[in-house]
């Protein structure tokens, strides 16, 4: 590859790109990222970045071809790393249109973008791919050689994201590929992702703001790691000396269950698991650290049927055995127990600063209205 590095980051907002923008900044890169228009700011994850020399921002959209080849013409990309997406599964049978749209004709256009600016061959492309793609298990650890059998809206989107890069690397000879990538979490985790939901929950309750978490299939297992890790692991995708697919995972598994567990311990609340199904509850037996003694003997973790899906993926487990033999990744630099750690005290020290926040706003409304503060 040539030694310019210029990398444009579609998605470059959320989770795994605020932290591939970082990882490819530390390796001289100039980064381009990709963000729509809106109202309202929904760049938390890249505030500390805006403002560097070689960090860039431009206005696009998955849904529109025209403004993707616009920006591919600006920047001419040595490397593009397409993660935008709608990316949760349940909002995917809410949206299933909008998903298509996106999640599959999305990655067309950005392989059409390149064509048209031609760069077919001076442009590597990288797809975030889906362990959602395995769905319906066939075979368990799943391997890039393991049956498709997408189970949800979402799924049946990134199959066609995962094929048509892999027709275009075969029919116009294009350096691009996909990760299959499993469940990777962070502290940088949308809040209406399940492990943050989790992490979150226990931190509220612990700290007396919130009384009890709803979840959905406690048995559902997942091969969960870190994100951080996980960006990694692209970069060397694109580094490697031909295009091919990748799983991206750990090689462990773990339950919704477990993961709940932990958090609540790490937020200083032993939970004890009752009853089957959706009658199965997490009664708190015992606390440590500042959790309050008055929830011993509550009940803090339900399911409900809400957050059960039309068709529900149980059993993801990843074989990351190509990505640690061909490309030199490990997949365990950061453990599960690692993660979920990360995660609670993240969200243990953002909860009190929200109380200390709101109690700063509480007693200043009270003292405007004794009339102390003018």
């Not at 920047?75 to 996106?102: C, G, K, M, R, W």
């Not at 990505?323 to 630099?333: D, F, M, R």
């Not at 750690?341 to 600063?353: F, L, P």
């Amino acid at each position: 590859m040539e030694n310019r590095k210029v990398a444009l980051i579609t998605g470059v907002t959320g989770q795994d790109g605020s932290y591939l923008s970082e990882l490819l900044l530390e390796k001289g890169y100039d980064v381009h990222g990709v963000i729509r228009r809106s109202s309202v700011d929904y760049r938390e994850r890249i505030a500390h970045l805006e403002g560097q020399p070689n960090f860039h921002l431009h206005y696009g959209d998955l849904g529109d071809s025209m403004s993707l080849v616009k920006v591919v013409g600006k920047v001419q990309p040595t490397e593009i790393y397409n993660l935008a997406a709608q990316s949760h599964v349940q909002v995917s049978f809410d949206s299933p249109e909008f998903t298509a749209d996106i999640d599959a004709t999305g990655v067309l256009r950005v392989l059409e973008a390149v064509r048209a600016c031609h760069l077919e061959k001076t442009c590597r492309i990288y797809q975030a791919s889906t362990s959602e793609l395995y769905g319906k298990v066939e075979e368990v650890p799943q391997n890039e050689n393991t049956p498709f059998h997408p189970y949800s809206p979402y799924a049946v989107a990134k199959l066609y994201g995962f094929w048509i890069i892999k027709e275009y690397r075969e029919a116009y000879d294009m350096f691009c590929c996909s990760g299959i990538l499993f469940n990777h979490e962070s502290e940088r985790r949308g809040e209406t992702f399940v492990t943050r939901k989790i992490t979150l929950a226990a931190a509220r309750i612990a700290q007396g703001r919130q009384d009890k978490l709803f979840l959905g299939n406690l048995d559902s297992l997942r091969d969960w790691g870190y994100a951080k890790d996980y960006v990694e692991c692209m970069w060397l995708i694109l580094q490697n000396d031909k295009p091919e697919d990748f799983v991206i995972a750990t090689g462990e598994q773990h339950s919704v269950r477990q993961f709940t567990e932990l958090a609540f311990r790490r937020a200083g609340i032993e939970l004890k698991f009752e009853g089957e199904g959706i009658h199965e509850k997490g009664i708190c037996v015992a606390v440590s650290g500042s959790a309050s003694a008055d929830l011993v003997g509550k009940t803090l973790v339900e399911v409900s049927e809400d957050f059960y899906r039309p068709t529900d993926v149980v059993n993801l487990w990843g074989d990351p055995t190509k990505a640690k033999a061909k490309l030199g990744w490990n997949p365990s630099k950061t453990s599960f127990e690692q993660l979920v750690q990360i995660m609670v005290d993240h969200d243990m020290a953002k909860v009190a600063a929200e109380g200390a926040a709101a109690k700063v706003r509480t007693n200043l409304a009270e003292y405007l209205e004794k009339g102390i503060v003018k």
